[in-house]
């Protein structure tokens, strides 16, 4: 059982639609990350969260926009996606110290049309 | 820069049979070592680790053993079950880069 829980699990959008994806822990983990998953590819960074604050954007286009409103949630902000866009996002979370050893969520599948 | 070389899949193996699953490393530095394991339609999970040459990580009687005379860290069971059937993916951490940077993955299939 995964202690990363991600909402939706599966969500179908349009290209002009403005929708969010959602993650929390309770392992008192203070670094968060959301990652995307293309199918049959290893994942991919997206952002880094420390301490609540963002400390990684691995160059994410702007229709993407991560919030961390607290230590133990992740919000993913959706707005004007691209077809490519979609794909499997991955929330994840991990000790400070240990950045390597990341627990991560089930995921959600994003499909844009 | 650094990188992770897996070997391709899918690796079809029958219940029970031997698992070698290797992972080979490039680093300009001394750089932890991660299988993680996700299986069909869910995240990825940490499966075993080592931080040091000569460590061995183990879980779920798999294990794997950091080689830097080698740069390898092949991921070894000794009877698999079809329960095992998933994509694994090796993964090296720097802490000078302070991301994961992942092999392509290796498909395992297990058949009874």
């Known amino acids: 059982d995964t202690e990363v829980t991600q909402t939706p699990k599966h969500l179908v959008m349009g290209m002009t639609n403005k929708k969010s994806l959602k993650c929390e822990q309770h392992?008192?983990?203070?670094?968060m990350y959301w990652y995307k998953q293309k199918a049959k590819k290893p994942p991919e960074l997206m952002f880094v969260y420390s301490y609540e604050k963002l400390s990684i954007n691995e160059s994410v286009p702007s229709r993407f926009s991560p919030e961390c409103p607290n230590s133990s949630l992740l919000n993913l902000h959706l707005h004007a996606l691209q077809p490519e866009d979609s794909a499997l996002y991955l929330c994840?979370?991990?000790?400070?110290?240990?950045?390597?050893?990341?627990?991560f969520g089930e995921g959600s599948w994003l499909t844009v049309v | 820069g650094d990188s992770v070389t897996q070997m391709e899949g899918p690796v079809t193996l029958s219940e029970e049979a031997f698992l070698t699953i290797n992972c080979t490393y490039t680093?300009?530095?001394?750089?932890?070592l991660f299988w993680y394991v996700q299986y069909p339609g869910e995240g990825l999970q940490l499966l075993l680790k080592a931080t040091k040459a000569d460590d061995k990580g183990s879980n779920k009687g798999f294990e794997a053993t950091y080689r830097k005379e080698t740069t390898s860290f092949h991921l070894e069971k000794g009877s698999v079950q079809v329960s095992d059937s998933a994509v694994y993916f090796c993964?090296?951490?720097?802490?000078?880069?302070?991301?994961?940077?992942w092999g392509a993955g290796t498909k395992l299939i297990i058949k009874p």
């Open positions: 680093a300009t530095g001394y750089p932890s």
């Open positions: 392992m008192g983990h203070r670094a």
């Open positions: 993964a090296l951490f720097m802490d000078s880069n302070y991301q994961l940077i």
């Open positions: 994840a979370s991990s000790q400070v110290g240990e950045p390597g050893s990341i627990y």
